[in-house]
């Protein structure tokens, strides 16, 4: 893929983001926006930092630990998460702490903040601080419940439960299910980065910037209510199905003797594939399962008989006679090995990190950027804030052109 | 919220999409971008259509219905997902058709599909044959593995199983867990959307558009990937948790005589609170429990205790007691009473759609916009293409320029 240059270019080059993110979700969608080709300035407190610095498993001279055993090991969630990121300490609590903030707004074309709701305006750095300094800044705010809330701290387990997901995931009867992906957490930053882009855009007609609010509750339910759940009560049609969705049956999860697969036969051909594959074609002519409609109406003795066939047969057999007959199946695949996809390894959609330092003996696979460009790359700048105020000297010096008096000063007042 | 006029604007207003799109992910991808004020303009083939037509249940003039009953009784999959788009029928396969297409191509900013992949490029529609009528366009392909990947259709609950993420749900021991949200139909148009966006950004500094192909493996296995699942099985981590997660324990979902709740206790405070609303507070100085070492140490017995306590007491009164002492808690809420939250209502991230005709008894309430603009609004114009080919005339004569006798001959040949 060429734009017909030699020097492909990320989307985003020549936006500079500051970043007062910490923990999960701000700090995925400044790393997008890194990714993308933005310039990300990660703010921390020049006193511990962001806490994501310290989640275990950890990575340095001696591998992989649970505890951190020295100082230069690194938290594999930081690692992550910072990747590309320039690192300089701040302390917003001091005026010298400030003044410099309002040196990098003045810069910036993005500030993206996730502090509990109300807590920048009470520190002096929130939308309308920064719009007096630059009504061309694009602010977003990523909260639990949106930027005017209070009703404090929220965590991705909490908006699961909030949001209907966990309800509507396994089995009837059977308790709610945590999604193992922090889908909350997630979510909410990836419509932020649409909020910012969408605001970039308008920028380009009115000339200004405009507050972008973000709430993990609303982008999760927003996601759950893609699904019309009271007309499919209305209409008698179950909010929890389990592993199998019977109104399309068959279609769902199944068991083999070593393992699980996911397998679509909803459609004619495909309900014949199957019935061949498990060698039985005879069930084609079965009154039960002769048409679509008579196996939704026998969704549960087809399931069965599905069953029966496939817990015999080891996972591996079963897609492959699944396969032969063009019939949509996939094994139920443990991270590790969905990781190592060569789909997803070849366009980036995961990626290795790495201490900047010591080797590691394992593949530290985590998450790229999922977007393929023609005439752009996506990617990492080779930086990570290793430690608290890691570029200091090249963004106080660099971008806001302070001199060596300047930053000493700033240090003595322990305002960086 | 007020950007200084009376009138606010949507943040895309003034692109136009052309949307080639079915099923599930590319309409969603193409409402996100209709709802921030893109017009888009959905082509439908002039039998058939958008399969999401045919979703059950269907709202008309009886109510909610399973079984479509009358002409204008609509899919609500289809009033949801095709809200606020202009439709107009094109059959792509006659040179006719193709001739309008590129016409539409050459007003357009941005094309979205999601066609199998390699469809659109065999049916002479794809990115090239756009770039020759519009080097400007911006053209987006949504597929199940990659643009360049022919490994045929790829569904929902394929996706899930092949990410790693149906895994990573559920209980040890037990069978994966298909999430009943459909996580990866759904989140590969919302970076999908992040794509297009950039590229826009992009093409503001290069005057061209560019090819932006998202994957659904890709999109759902790198939130996956966040998690990194090598290290912590290095570490002795499990990738499967289920309802709680005892590294951080009290953390998860507990029991309730008559539901289930959210809690999260992970720091001393937190937990000392959730002691004193059990009732138990001497629990805080218990030797199994008395600090966050042993509480992680201790998790099993401790997840009993708790259950033991709420497991006897209605939802609601474990949720107040737990609030009165300030710890994070919130019920397993039903989808119906999560889309009906006042908080997201207010902020419009669940949105009631309605039939153009009849009214109905029950709130359908859908997916919003989850993004709060201070600048803008979001929101969809009151179009709906109730019949395939709904606003050809609008869209051909006012957009295009086409007379009478073109709309007419186009017709006549079975191109529109």
Not at 158 to 176: C, V
């Amino acid at each position: 893929m060429s734009n017909g240059s030699d020097l492909m270019h990320r989307p985003l080059e020549g936006l500079v983001v500051i970043d007062l993110t910490r923990a999960l979700a701000g700090p995925y969608a400044t790393m997008l926006l890194a990714g993308l080709g933005a310039q990300v300035i990660k703010v921390e407190e020049p006193k511990g930092g962001d806490l994501a610095r310290e989640n275990s498993p950890y990575v340095g001279r001696d591998g992989i630990q649970v505890v951190r055993r020295h100082d230069d090991d690194i938290s594999i969630s930081h690692l992550t998460r910072a990747r590309g990121k320039y690192g300089v300490s701040l302390d917003l609590k001091t005026p010298e702490g400030r003044a410099v903030y309002f040196d990098l707004v003045a810069k910036a074309d993005i500030v993206v903040e996730n502090f509990t709701a109300g807590t920048a305006d009470r520190l002096g750095v929130g939308y309308q601080a920064c719009k007096a300094v630059n009504p061309r800044v694009v602010f977003a705010s990523l909260s639990g419940f949106g930027a005017t809330d209070h009703d404090g701290k929220a965590m991705d387990v909490i908006i699961q439960a909030l949001s209907g997901a966990m309800y509507t995931s396994g089995e009837p009867g059977h308790p709610p299910v945590r999604i193992g992906v922090p889908m909350a957490d997630m979510l909410a930053p990836v419509f932020t980065v649409i909020g910012i882009l969408a605001a970039i855009e308008q920028r380009h007609k009115t000339g200004t910037g405009q507050h972008v609010d973000v709430s993990m509750l609303g982008a999760l339910t927003s996601f759950v209510a893609i699904e019309n759940w009271s007309a499919m009560a209305a209409a008698g049609m179950p909010a929890r199905t389990g592993l199998t969705v019977q109104r399309l049956s068959p279609f769902g999860v199944f068991e083999c003797a070593d393992g699980y697969v996911a397998v679509v036969a909803v459609h004619e051909p495909l309900a014949r594939g199957l019935f061949a594959a498990m060698g039985q074609p005879e069930l084609g002519e079965d009154p039960r399962f002769c048409s679509r409609d008579v196996r939704v109406a026998n969704a549960t003795e087809l399931e069965a008989t599905i069953n029966e066939w496939s817990r015999k047969l080891p996972l591996v057999e079963v897609v492959r006679a699944l396969e032969a007959q063009n019939v949509p199946v996939a094994p139920v695949r443990h991270p590790e090995d969905a990781l190592v996809d060569p789909r997803v390894v070849a366009r980036q959609e995961t990626m290795a990190v790495k201490h900047p330092l010591y080797r590691s003996s394992i593949d530290l696979r985590t998450a790229g950027i999922p977007i393929q460009f023609s005439g752009a790359t996506t990617g990492f700048d080779d930086a990570l804030p290793v430690a608290i105020g890691e570029h200091n000297e090249a963004i106080f010096r660099d971008l806001l052109g302070y001199d060596e008096d300047r930053i000493a000063a700033l240090k003595a007042a322990g305002a960086i």
